[in-house]
Structures are given as C-alpha cells and as structure tokens.
C-alpha cells in the first residue's frame, strides 16, 4: 500500500517501491504518473521505449509480475509491490539474453526502436509456451509493432532463441554489448 505524502500546496504524491530487475526502488510519483515514465525518468531505464503512449504500438513493453504490460497504459501507483522487468533485466553476468543472441544472429532488428519491446513481448511469450510455432509467434508479438516492418527476421530470432532455451542455453556467449537490444 503506498504511503501518500501531500505537499504545502496540496498536491499528493505516492511513495510506492517497485523491485526492478531484482533491485528495490522506492519513488515518490504523481498519481498519474505512468509507470513508462517512471521507468525512464525517475530510475533512468531508458531501454523501455516510448512510442505511441496509447497501449498501441508495444515499444514500452515490460514484464509486471511475469505478465506483459504495456507501461504507458499501467500507472505507476498500480504497480506498487511489483517486480518489474525491462530489457535492461535481460543479460545476465556479462551475457546476452538467449532472445538477444536470437535477435543478434537472426538480424532481427533494424533501427532497432521496438526491439526491447519486441525483446519483453518474446519472453514473456516462451515463459508461457516455450515451443511456439510461428503462428503462436506472430500472435504472441501481435501487439508489437515494427515500424521498420522487420517482421519475418523477429519470428525466426524467437525461433533461434526458443532453440536455445531448450537446449538449456539461458544466456548466450556473446557479451553484452552496449545498446545491444
Ligand atoms: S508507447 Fe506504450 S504501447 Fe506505444
Ligand atoms: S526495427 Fe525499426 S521499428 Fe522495429
């Protein structure tokens, strides 16, 4: 529950804490504000990408308590509590992810702006069904949108990384590279 401070001006705020990526963080937010916003701004998470801030294109996607969400449409306040992944949860150690090793090998990226969205969506998709066809995987990613149109490269990077992920590979043997995915 969070603890509701009031200023001298009569403006709320809400102390809420999100454990992100495995690290706690307490924030004072407004009760508008969205947990995107709070991602980026207020704990510096900049890999989660604003795009259309209307729950269309998926570019803000994360995981909230092993669900996806679109954070522009989830108030900070909601996810009070919460664990929270963004992509910047995905590498671990020094390695890339099994789905950034998918993408990297797959070129499944371009300009590469819904890539982490697109990332979140993936993993979010083969937690629950670690063997899609490439229809579960079209459906799974539906709500993502690639302006650069790069749809057919994705499906088989996720492809490559449920490949991995079967194989017992959780992280692959690439390092992480900067701004990789
Ligand atoms: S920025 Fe959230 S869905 Fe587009
Ligand atoms: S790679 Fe450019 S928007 Fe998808």
Not at 24 to 35: D, E, F, I
Not at 49 to 54: F, P, R, T
Not at 103 to 118: A, D, K, N, V
Request: neutral net charge; aromatic residues 2%.
């Amino acid at each position: 529950m969070s603890q509701v401070i009031t200023d001298k001006n009569g403006v709320k705020r809400y102390l809420i804490t999100l454990t992100v990526n495995g690290d706690a963080h307490t924030v004072l937010v407004k009760g508008n504000a969205m947990l995107v916003n709070v991602l980026r701004e207020e704990l510096n998470l900049t890999g989660t990408k604003k795009g259309c801030e209307l729950g269309d294109c998926g570019s803000c996607t994360v995981l909230l308590d092993g669900r996806t969400v679109k954070s522009c449409t989830v108030l900070a306040v909601q996810a009070d509590g919460s664990e929270v992944k963004t992509v910047e949860g995905l590498a671990t150690d020094g390695k890339l992810h099994a789905l950034q090793e998918g993408f990297w090998e797959e070129h499944g990226l371009q300009c590469g702006f819904c890539t982490p969205g697109m990332l979140m969506a993936a993993c979010g998709l083969l937690a629950s069904n670690p063997h899609p066809d490439e229809h579960a995987i079209r459906r799974g990613l539906e709500g993502n949108l690639c302006r650069c149109t790069g749809y057919h490269n994705i499906v088989k990077a996720v492809q490559n990384a449920a490949k991995r992920l079967s194989a017992g590979e959780s992280v692959g043997t690439s390092p992480a590279r900067r701004g990789a995915a």
